[in-house]
């Protein structure tokens, strides 16, 4: 795997969560979110400048039979626009229970589901781009 900055997007309804990777690929740390909308590609443009990213990594929330809903196609369709903004390839990654591991992670550190909402959307895109490094280094020894 080459080196460099990766970020990772949860992609819902209210909010964009966003993790990066650190310039070895070993370890993602969440970024705030982005409110969803319009201005979210603007937003994580911006992030993506900052951290000279080399490569987009997006969660694609299958439903738990593997099939595609309503909420993964708004995941395509936002992966969709921001590409045709950007020059850096973007991946689309099984996301399936990353939002049920975020919870419980926040849980374990003592946060409530009320005092954690705004967190878990980043804290998602991080057990995703953790997923994504961890079986990169596995495939790479």
Same mark, same amino acid.
């Given at each position: %795997?080459?080196?460099?900055?990766?970020?990772?997007? +949860?992609?819902? @309804?209210?909010?964009?969560? &966003?993790?990066?990777? +650190?310039? /070895?690929?070993?370890?993602?740390?969440?970024?705030?979110?982005?409110?969803?909308?319009?201005?979210?590609?603007?937003? #994580?443009?911006?992030? *993506?400048?900052? /951290?000279?990213? *080399?490569?987009?990594? *997006?969660?694609?929330?299958? %439903? %738990?039979?593997?099939?595609?809903?309503?909420?993964?196609?708004? =995941?395509?369709?936002?992966?969709?626009?921001?590409? =045709?903004? &950007?020059?850096?390839?973007?991946? %689309? #990654?099984?996301?399936?229970?990353? !939002?049920?591991?975020?919870?419980?992670?926040? /849980?374990?550190?003592?946060? !409530?589901?009320?005092?954690?909402?705004?967190? *878990?959307?980043?804290?998602?895109? #991080?057990?995703?781009?953790?997923?994504?490094?961890?079986?990169?280094?596995?495939? @790479?020894?």
């Amino acid at each position: %795997m080459p080196k460099g900055v990766r970020l990772a997007c +949860d992609v819902g @309804t209210v909010r964009i969560g &966003i993790a990066k990777s +650190d310039f /070895h690929g070993i370890l993602a740390t969440p970024l705030d979110a982005v409110p969803a909308g319009e201005n979210s590609f603007a937003q #994580v443009k911006s992030v *993506i400048e900052d /951290h000279d990213v *080399i490569e987009i990594i *997006i969660g694609l929330p299958l %439903m %738990m039979n593997g099939t595609e809903g309503p909420s993964a196609k708004m =995941a395509r369709d936002w992966a969709t626009q921001l590409e =045709a903004q &950007i020059s850096i390839p973007i991946r %689309m #990654v099984d996301e399936r229970l990353t !939002t049920v591991q975020a919870q419980r992670g926040l /849980h374990a550190a003592g946060r !409530t589901v009320k005092n954690s909402r705004t967190a *878990i959307d980043s804290a998602s895109a #991080v057990v995703l781009l953790q997923s994504v490094l961890d079986g990169s280094q596995k495939e @790479t020894r």
